[in-house]
């Protein structure tokens, strides 16, 4: 059963129509105290709370039902409908507990997604979450590319596991280089949407006058550079997932449409006005602190609600060194494989090693690592000096954390550019010194565009 609480008695029998409509049993009634009445009795799955009663204007007798409710039946879900313009009343409730909130007037798919999502989280909190071993994962689900079996990553994928099927929006923070946005294809590659687009977009690369035309679209002539349609990220989504990658870079002013459009599941496209429906399930990421954000007005906080229904942190590698040697056996696999070389071992030393390190770019920063110490090194066996060469490398330049910037491609060509002026242009030698044979010189020579 669905409880409705609300004083006006048009709200409680429109809910209570659409309820039924979609398969539920709603009940009704008008004010706290007979809510509280019915929740003592027996637990409902679900309750609708309007906020605005009107012996107080202020809400508090909203906040205050929350409240109790959340002590005596504090597994029950509880959505707010709020009018609009008090966003700050649906804030508190958040605060409080309350799993989701609406404004008034609400869209009726809004609604009812939020109640479905609402209702199958608690179902899953109901049922005792069984920690998720490897191989259950690399079986029931598509995490094969997700390398690592520390409790902190299995704790990780066991969420995965559980939120992918459901429509809640999921923040995904961590330090850079965590694998925030292999989490991200995660959830949608288990989701009921696997087949539908991954839309990336990177809020933090997105200028503020772009913002609008980037995420919902334009048509011809709606601005003096528009000279054809175009199509925004949220239609070019459209049943998939749409991931807002740093979205702790983004400009206030841009929160605030951002917002309008998760709230309302509705968007314009500029230059028409005809509302679109914005069905994309949203998963943010970033390496900020949003909360810390919020609390310094940084980061809108109703926003901050609406994309975190659930939230996965991604602790950094350093907090999980076990895994350390999995991820370098696969990165160097995985490279040499695309160069059509066996796959190289590690020393036990060189492993150790690796195992020591303090990885400030965290996966990211070890698979540089990996990639640059076989190109260099030429080696099938790494060892130890093999791999601290390149990581002094890296730490000479600039502090630990900064990475050269340079791509795999550019790091190559720049070390057959080296090896040619250091052998004055002895193609033998630079091949040796290289760690290839001539023929695979040649190529490089060719692909690069290097003239002798
Ligand atoms: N568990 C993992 N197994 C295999 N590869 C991983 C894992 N985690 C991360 N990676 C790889 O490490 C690199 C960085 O990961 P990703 O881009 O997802 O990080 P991020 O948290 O989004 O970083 P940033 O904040 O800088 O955008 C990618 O090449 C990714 O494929
Ligand atoms: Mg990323």
């Keep these: 059963m669905i409880l409705i609480v609300d004083d006006d008695s048009v709200v409680r029998s429109s809910l209570c129509f659409l309820l039924k409509h979609a398969g539920y049993e709603p009940e009704a009634v008008s004010g706290p105290k007979e809510a509280l009445a019915v929740v003592r009795r027996a637990a409902p799955q679900l309750i609708l709370m309007d906020m605005n009663f009107t012996l107080t204007t202020s809400g508090e007798e909203g906040i205050q039902l929350l409240k109790q409710v959340k002590a005596l039946a504090p597994g029950v879900p509880v959505i707010l409908i709020t009018a609009w313009g008090s966003i700050s009343l649906a804030v508190q409730g958040m605060r409080a507990g309350a799993f989701d909130f609406v404004a008034k007037p609400w869209n009726n798919l809004a609604l009812l997604s939020s109640i479905r999502t609402a209702l199958e989280l608690s179902r899953q909190g109901r049922e005792e979450a069984f920690p998720l071993n490897r191989s259950e994962a690399n079986s029931k689900f598509h995490f094969d590319k997700i390398i690592g079996k520390s409790a902190a990553l299995m704790d990780i994928l066991g969420t995965v596991s559980r939120i992918a099927p459901t429509n809640a929006s999921v923040l995904i923070t961590g330090e850079s280089g965590t694998g925030k946005e292999l989490i991200a294809e995660a959830i949608h590659a288990n989701s009921p949407r696997a087949r539908e687009p991954f839309v990336k977009v990177n809020l933090g690369g997105l200028s503020q006058s772009l913002f609008e035309s980037e995420m919902f679209g334009h ?112 990165f160097a696999a995985r490279q040499s494989e695309a160069n059509g070389l066996p796959r190289p071992a590690f020393t036990p030393a060189a492993l150790a090693y690796l195992e020591g390190l303090p990885y400030p770019g965290n996966i990211r920063e070890l698979k540089n690592l990996i990639e640059r110490t076989l190109l260099v090194s030429g080696k099938s066996l790494l060892d130890a000096p093999d791999l601290a060469a390149q990581s002094e490398q890296a730490a000479g330049k600039a502090d630990a954390s900064s990475f050269s910037g340079l791509t795999l491609d550019e790091l190559e060509k720049q070390s057959i550019l080296q090896a040619i002026g250091t052998y004055q242009g002895n193609l033998s030698h630079v091949a040796s010194a290289l760690g290839i044979s001539r023929a695979a010189l040649y190529r490089r020579l060719e692909k690069y565009n290097i003239n002798l």
């Design 219 to 330: 048509r011809k002539g709606a601005f003096t550079d528009a000279y054809t349609d175009r199509a925004g990220r949220f239609e070019m989504a459209g049943k998939g997932t749409l991931f807002l990658d740093e979205i702790g870079d983004l400009a206030l002013s841009c929160q605030v449409k951002l917002l309008r459009a998760l709230q309302d599941h509705t968007y314009e496209v500029l230059g028409d006005s005809r509302p679109r429906r914005a069905d994309a399930r949203i998963v943010s990421a970033t390496n900020c602190d949003l909360r810390r954000m919020v609390a310094g007005r940084a980061f809108r906080e109703d926003l901050f609600y609406r994309i975190n229904l659930i939230t996965i942190h991604l602790p950094p590698l350093r907090q999980r060194r076990e895994d350390i040697p999995l991820l370098a056996r696969y």
